[in-house]
Structures are given as C-alpha cells and as structure tokens.
C-alpha cells in the first residue's frame, strides 16, 4: 500500500464550522491527506480546472453553496474529461430522495446526509473517514 499515490482531498462547504468539524474528524480517523477547502461553488471550480490542479483527487462536496451550488459542480465535474473520474462524496443535510436521486444522475458516487445532532455527526465524519482510508481513487483526475 506504500505505493499508492496520496490523494488530495478537496473539502467544499460553506459552514466554515462545518467544514472545521468534518476535517477534525478525518483526522480522528487517521485521515492524513492533504486538505483543500473552497467556501463556495466556484471556488471549487477554480481548482479543478486550475492549472495547479492536484493529480489524485477526491472532492467531499456540499449540495447548498453560494455562487454556484453542488448540483453545478457536480455537472461540470462529470461532463468534463479532465474531472469525470474523480470520486465525488456528496455531505449535505439534504435528506429529499429526489435530490439523493438527481445527485447519483449527474455522477456522485456516495451520498451522505450530516446528521444535525453535533455528536452523531462527528461520528458520521468519523465513518466517512475510516472508508475513505480504503477504498482507492483513480490516479490523474
């Protein structure tokens, strides 16, 4: 396992005590890559398409963004050769089955509602964290 190349995380939510809680947990869980976060849509876009993109990605995206929101990322990201293979984690509060059903249209590959409860969240990020540190990304985005 020594030669798989480290994956960058890229952590895009706007609750900055979200996202503070999310990266707090990952790393409770072992969690030791690298952690890019983009406070908004565009921001995410910006770094996917930049020019200092990261080579092995994966994005924990949040669906209620300001400027452009997940549903968009989530589109470019899968419509364009550069980024469709690089595994989307949707974390949102949004618990509606049409909107975990149009997520898994456009592309994402996971899923999952933060729970509201401070500590059922964390230990839902801890999860997160412990199945991220198997499961492999393709390599070059």
Known sequence: MTDIPKVTILLVEDDLGHARLIEKNLRRANITNDI???TDGQQAVDYLF??????SLLVLLDLNLPVLDGYQVLKRMKADE?????PVIMLTTTDDSRE???CYELGCNVYITKPVDYEQ?????RKLGLFMAVFMVPDGG
């Open 100 to 102: 975990v059903s149009r």
């Open 36 to 38: 890019v976060k983009a």
């Open 50 to 55: 930049g020019n200092g993109r990261a080579q």
């Open 121 to 125: 969240f964390s230990d839902a990020i």
């Open 82 to 86: 550069r980024t469709k293979h690089i």
